[in-house]
């Protein structure tokens, strides 16, 4: 009837979606175009290194010294004068410190002759003995080798001789001379970082404007950016400050107990300590077994090296696995297994400079993940 009104119609019943099937899933051919774009960034990445190296440490650097600037800007210095001044007291520090090392670096050469000496009458002395088992088993191995690579041949037919090894001493000059290629390498690769660091600090926040401006036009898209960025400042900041205390203890304690057991030049091997563990467990094998060379030469005494050894370990690892672990743990909430196979994986990536920049990696990465 016109009279009456006719009841609303009721609206269709929604389906119940589980929360999984709501969830985007990838198929085959989005996970293989994501797994071959992976792995042409990481072939980048290694190719790339010579350029990525110093241009990642230039910005990481930035981080922890523009809050100086940023002082010294309000205080109405210019923002390049600022730069400046925090980049000169920054390279002062450095050549301070290597003019107080300098002294004991010097007595460190000058016992390098000797050192060869020692080194070269023990070979001596160890060839003149009579072989031991571990010779006896090399040549019967080598005498195997020669059995299994022999070629068939008819009997009286000649052999020719093998080309004889390089001598010792050919194979020790091409070692030196690409250690010093690699350290002149990597000075080169610190100049640059420490150049781009300070255009990075005294252009200030363009870098911050221009991702914002890029993240787009949305006010909380640029929100969000500003978010991350202020999340990495705090993370690389907060790396920075891990990476120089603890191995600034590291080395003080080393110097102090190293001089307690009488090494000579105590201070050098304590600062090469903790210089060379800015190198996740790397740096402190290399420490340790430095200091048990040094210790050997000086004083020929296969106990007192070991002891030295044991002190550098016992100090790297309680500093480097204990304090600076928690401190890592505080301040960036990262899962230690994540770190040490990100480690891992940067360390194989760019060698040594993987190792020290993979950490900060890994925490802005894991900032613009969350």
């Known amino acids: 009837m016109r009279g009456v009104a006719e009841p609303a119609a009721e609206p269709a019943a929604v389906p119940d979606v589980p929360p999984e099937a709501a969830t985007p899933r990838y198929g085959a051919v989005e996970i293989a175009i994501l797994v ?41 210095l210019p923002r390049f004068g600022g730069a400046t001044l ?22 460190a050469l000058a016992q390098l002759p000797g050192a060869a000496r020692k080194i070269r009458i023990a070979f001596e002395r160890e060839a003149a003995q009579k072989a031991g088992p571990i010779a006896n ?24 001789a093998p080309a004889p090894a390089p001598a010792p001493g050919a194979q020790i000059q091409a070692f030196v001379t690409r250690q010093t290629a690699g350290a002149l390498t990597v000075a080169g690769q610190i100049g640059v970082a420490l150049l781009l660091t300070y255009f990075l600090l005294g252009t200030g926040d363009a870098f911050r404007r221009k991702c914002a401006r890029i993240a787009g036009t949305s006010l909380a898209r640029r929100r969000v950016t500003v978010e991350v960025l202020n999340e990495i400042d705090a993370q ?25 057991i009488g090494l000579p030049n105590a201070g050098l091997w304590g600062a090469l300590v903790g210089g060379v563990h800015i190198l996740p467990y790397v740096g402190t094998v290399i420490g340790a077994v430095a200091v048990a060379a040094a210790s050997l030469v000086s004083n020929g005494s296969l106990a007192e090296a070991a002891l030295a050894m044991g002190i550098v370990v016992a100090i790297s690892t ?14 960036c909430r990262m899962n230690i297994v994540a770190v040490y196979v990100g480690l891992i994986f940067f360390g194989w990536l760019w060698g040594g400079w993987g190792l020290v920049l993979g950490f900060p990696l890994l925490a802005v990465l894991k900032s613009i993940a969350d």
């Open 236 to 260: 690389v900041q907060a790396y920075m400050l891990i990476l120089v205390l603890p191995n600034v203890l590291i080395g003080i304690l080393t110097w102090l107990a190293l001089a307690a």
């Open 137 to 160: 088993v090399k040549e019967a191995a080598e005498e195997l080798e020669r059995a299994v690579e022999a070629p068939a041949r008819r009997p009286g037919e000649r052999v020719a």
């Open 318 to 331: 309680a500093i480097g696995m204990g304090l600076a672990t928690w401190m890592q743990g505080r301040a």
């Open 36 to 76: 071959l774009a992976s792995l042409a960034a990481i072939a980048a990445a290694k190719i790339a290194e010579p350029f990525l190296v110093p241009l990642l440490a230039g910005i990481l650097l930035a981080y922890p010294l523009r809050p100086a600037v940023n002082a010294l800007e309000r205080l109405r």
């Open 86 to 107: 925090v980049m000169a007291a920054l390279l002062g520090i450095a050549g301070a410190s290597a003019y107080a090392l300098h002294d004991e670096l010097d007595d």
